[in-house]
């Protein structure tokens, strides 16, 4: 009997398909194995079509298996050999069996290991639990650790505890428990085990700790040919016989399912059409192995409640991800995609009208809950804590970024313009959960925030990031990492790109309700203004054209911070760049370009960046500012940012301090070390368009443009790693070598607009 058939029998009260995988990586043929570094990863359709995902990342021996859900669950172990070294664990079928019984889904698999193993670290909850274990690198405590303590709730049952008795009994009864100890149970798993006479399961079950869902794993196996045994919160299993340990795996919920949107409502006939073509390209079969992979990537981040942000880290709605990703995708997207994207972004939208930049989901809800419970009892307001806990799995929104509440009116705008949307439709989604209104409020929001500077156009009234808990100031943009704007306060992406044109769209917006006969009563100022005076935004709007002043950076003798930032890195990276200045040669003109931020005083942080691609995307700008934006990205690193066999590098901090330098060294993410297949994408859409724009319009020679495009598809195709989120590199024996980002998304929704990418480059290959 094989180990599936093995698992249909042990699973008889939930009848499964056994289906192969959606999309695996590495993929021979697509990917390079070496940059994934001993990480592989399969991803299936249960039988409400949602993903699963499963992620074997043999370094630690962790494997995690990611329900992108209604819930976005998790369910987590990690396995070690006999020496306590991380087990070699490989699949042990190229299939899963999937099944659905009444509320509950399951996926089934198989494992195998070449001796006996033993699991532990269980956990099962939320996947932004097992993202913070992680994070923490709890990977490598001793397996029968408490994997990841929670303490906003242990407080929560601390404080209940402490309760008088008939306001703990109204706090419990909510919870569904009698006990502040049966409570406490809820915080780890419950392990059970059976055996028979051919077959053993372990069952591991997790009740949320609200008692309102459930999240199983079982591993099984074939009683005649291995054993388990479960000792404290670990699993051990060892084949008497010795040689190969198979065991099967089976995870179950019963959460909420998403709707998935499938192929045929994603994309327009110019996509299939040009999708046919490739596929019928028999002299490049790669080529369409790639764009199939994209588009089953793409229906797997596309449902009717929201678009996700990637597998498996990030499986929840994150605002401007899915923003950015209907801007790029706008020529290959069906007309109505964009109603799921703004659809989306309204529904979260705050009263003030700012977009939710993350949602939070299932366990991670509770945990913000139970922080928010143990703040309101800490302050005596026992009965506003007692409702906190008639849902603590209601959907939390983070509000915090910047850059997404000015990219929805661009969104918006582009949608409202759009000639191939009947206006009918156009009404009748504008009607439609009050879209209409929750728009006017975002546009109110957006004029609110940008009139200080149209008022009075110094730096410091440019629109800043908040200051978090310790003074710092958030990074409240795309690169949202700690360093990821050197330390600044004022984001070139957020007040050249996006406020400008955010005003722009408020125009169109405008422009098109009058059209359709839905202008509405507006209040707000200075928006109601400029509805009574379009003469008015015009001139807010050139107002705010002019920010690029503040950012402009000019470096005239750029050897010397070079020479500095070289003598600073460890040896084997300083020659190496060495030996890249020896072969490019020394840069001889002056260096200028848009600095990433300005910092608090409204002075320039003068980091090279990607960042400006982005404007290539949303206008023709004609040949001479494109060149002027792109140059800095193609000239070569250490003095730009391009690296061959890589890619462009996310910035280049070179020109800044050594206080910058240190930021990146210690938190990598949005660093000189690291190319953005986000930021990949929009330079090769922008450059294809603008290389469009300038062939209809006049004979100029875009030949430099298609020279940067070629150079850039050339060295992300050699990094192998072209599909990924992000990736980086190492130096080894004076070699770079691109390696995976350790936290890099598999599937990732702006990493998957290569889609449109590809359909530019066919566009402007033909004469």
């Known amino acids: 009997m094989s180990l599936l058939e093995l698992l249909l029998v042990v699973q008889t009260a939930v009848p499964g398909d056994t289906v192969p995988p959606y999309l695996a990586f590495p993929e021979p043929g697509l990917d390079d194995p070496a940059a994934y570094e001993g990480y592989e990863t399969r991803v299936y359709r249960d039988a409400s079509g949602n993903a699963f995902q499963i992620y074997l990342n043999r370094s630690q021996g962790r494997v995690v298996h990611l329900w992108a859900d209604a819930l976005n669950e998790s369910a987590g172990f990690t396995a070690r050999d006999s020496a306590g070294a991380p087990a070699e664990l490989a699949w042990s079928s190229g299939s899963a069996v999937v099944g659905a019984s009444g509320r509950t889904r399951s996926v089934s698999y198989g494992l195998e290991a070449p001796s006996s193993i033993t699991l532990g670290l269980l956990l099962l909850g939320s996947m932004r639990v097992e993202r913070d274990f992680q994070y923490a690198r709890r990977d490598s405590l001793p397996l029968d650790a408490t994997p990841f303590p929670q303490p906003e709730l242990s407080q929560l049952i601390d404080h209940i505890a402490q309760l008088p008795g ?3 009994a109204r706090h419990l009864a909510l919870l569904g428990v009698k006990t502040p100890g049966a409570l406490r149970a809820r915080l780890l798993p419950r392990i059970t085990e059976q055996h028979g006479d051919t077959a053993w399961v372990v069952r591991v079950e997790q009740v949320s700790f609200d008692g309102k869902t459930h999240l199983w794993l079982a591993l099984e196996g074939d009683a005649r040919e291995t054993v388990a045994a479960v000792r404290g919160g670990t699993v051990r299993i060892r084949r008497p016989a010795g040689g ?5 795996v089976r995870v179950t919920t019963d959460a909420p ?3 998935p949107l499938s192929r045929a409502e994603i994309f327009n006939d110019d996509f299939r059409r040009f999708s046919e073509t490739v596929r019928g390209d ?3 079969p790669d080529r369409f192995r790639r764009l199939e992979r994209e588009v089953r990537g793409m229906e797997l981040l596309c449902s009717r409640e929201k678009l996700m942000a990637g597998l498996p880290n990030f499986a929840t709605y994150f605002g401007r991800d899915m923003l950015m990703t209907a801007l790029l995708m706008e020529p290959v997207w069906a ?13 979260k939208l705050s009263a003030a009208g700012d977009v939710s930049h993350e949602e939070a989901l299932g366990g991670q809800a509770i945990r913000e809950h139970a922080s928010e419970y143990n703040r309101l009892v800490d302050a005596g307001q026992a009965a506003q804590a007692r409702a ?7 959907v939390r929104e983070n509000y915090v970024m910047v850059d997404d509440d000015f990219q929805l009116p661009v969104v918006a705008a582009r949608y409202l313009s759009d000639q191939r949307v009947p206006a009918a439709r156009k009404r009748t989604f504008l009607l439609e959960e009050r879209h209409l209104q929750r728009l006017v409020t975002n546009l109110a929001y957006v004029t609110r925030q940008a009139a200080a500077y149209a008022r009075n156009p110094v730096a410091t009234n440019l629109v800043g990031f908040p200051r978090d808990a310790e003074g710092r100031w958030i990074s409240a943009s795309w690169r949202d990492s700690r360093a990821g704007y050197g330390g600044g306060r004022f ?3 957020v007040n050249v790109i996006w406020v400008p044109h955010a005003l722009e769209a408020v125009g169109t917006i405008l422009d098109v309700l009058q059209q359709l006969g839905m202008t509405p009563a507006i209040r707000d100022a200075p928006l109601a203004g400029f509805l009574r005076d379009r003469a008015a935004l ?3 709007i050139a107002v705010w054209r002019g920010a690029e002043r503040h950012f402009r950076v000019a470096v005239g003798d750029v050897g010397r911070p070079v020479a500095d930032r070289l003598r600073w890195l460890p040896r084997a990276e300083r020659e190496y760049w060495e030996a890249v200045i020896q072969r490019t040669g020394f840069l001889a003109d002056t260096l200028r370009f848009l600095a990433l931020s300005l910092d608090e005083n409204g002075r320039p942080i003068p980091i090279v960046n990607t960042d400006p691609a982005m404007l290539l995307l949303l206008e023709p700008v004609g040949l001479d500012r494109t060149l002027e934006l792109a140059g800095p990205i193609m000239q070569p690193y250490p003095w730009g940012l391009f690296v061959d066999d890589l890619g462009p590098l996310v910035a280049n901090d070179t020109y800044a301090s050594r206080d910058v330098w240190e930021r990146f060294r210690r938190d990598p993410y949005h660093s000189p070390t690291v190319v953005w297949g986000r930021d990949v994408n929009a330079l090769l859409a922008g450059l294809a368009k603008q290389i469009a724009a300038a062939t209809a319009s006049s004979r100029a020679d875009v030949a430099p443009l298609r020279d940067a495009l070629q150079r850039t598809v050339t060295a992300v195709d050699r990094s192998g790693l072209r599909h990924a989120e992000l990736w980086s590199y190492r130096i080894e024996n004076g070699r770079l070598l691109p390696v995976r980002y350790g936290t890099s998304s598999d599937v990732q929704l702006w990493s998957l607009t290569d889609l449109a990418v590809q359909f530019w480059l066919d566009r402007i290959a033909k004469p």
């Open 244 to 248: 190969v340990v198979r065991f099967g």
């Open 282 to 284: 028999s002299a490049h």
């Open 257 to 259: 399912a998403l709707t």
């Open 538 to 540: 015009e001139r807010a």
């Open 388 to 394: 906190v806990l008639q849902d603590l799995q209601a």
């Open 335 to 347: 007309p109505a995609m964009p109603e799921h994207v703004i659809a989306s972004a309204l529904r």
């Open 491 to 493: 984001a070139m992406d």
């Open 166 to 168: 008939a306001e703990r």
